[in-house]
């Protein structure tokens, strides 16, 4: 699993170097905001089934076509894929503050999901708008400290980016 630490002694090694100034700038930045990273992803961690269950409702409020009642039975699937990924995507980012880099969402929640979702036509829109409102939703001191909250939106505007 890629972090700060590995991914800039890899691009060292690749390089056949040692580590920067700058590269080990990298890896203290990223160790003075730990803290934070681990504040944020217990709060998360606590909180995962609420923080999903409201995006959830978010994006069936923005796109009611998803809950039709009377509809066929895919709409019905739909919905529970939506709130199963939703709190996919919740779990990789709480892996993604623990280790302090992007690795758990490029390895399992990015790589090859626009392939996925329009071989499937599962439109990614709903998907967005849960992980805008989780991004707004949040806040400090009420959800976790300032910092925390940074490395938290950080991560929600990575999925986000990459859905859209």
């Known amino acids: 699993m890629k972090s700060v630490v590995t991914t800039v002694v ?10 920067s100034s700058s590269d080990l700038e990298s890896v203290q930045g990223s160790l003075q905001r730990a803290n934070a990273r681990l504040e ?5 961690a606590n909180g995962i089934d609420a923080v999903a269950k409201e995006g959830y409702d978010a994006c069936i409020k923005k796109y009611p076509y998803l809950n ?7 709409t019905e699937v739909f919905k529970e894929k939506c709130l199963r990924d939703i709190k996919h995507y919740l779990r990789l980012i709480n892996y993604c503050l623990v280790v302090g880099g992007t690795g758990p969402l490029d390895e399992w929640g990015i790589a090859g999901q626009r392939e996925v979702y ?9 998907y967005v708008e849960a992980m805008r409102f989780t991004r707004d939703r949040a806040c400090a001191p009420r959800d976790m400290s300032a910092q925390a909250l940074v490395e938290f939106r ?6 986000i980016n990459s859905l859209s």
């Open 40 to 44: 944020a992803a217990e709060k998360l």
């Open 154 to 159: 950080g991560l929600i505007d990575y999925v």
């Open 10 to 19: 890899s691009a060292a090694d690749s390089a056949g170097r040692f580590p």
């Open 68 to 74: 039709n009642e009377g509809e066929a039975n895919s």
């Open 118 to 126: 329009r071989a499937l036509n599962l439109p990614t829109a709903p």
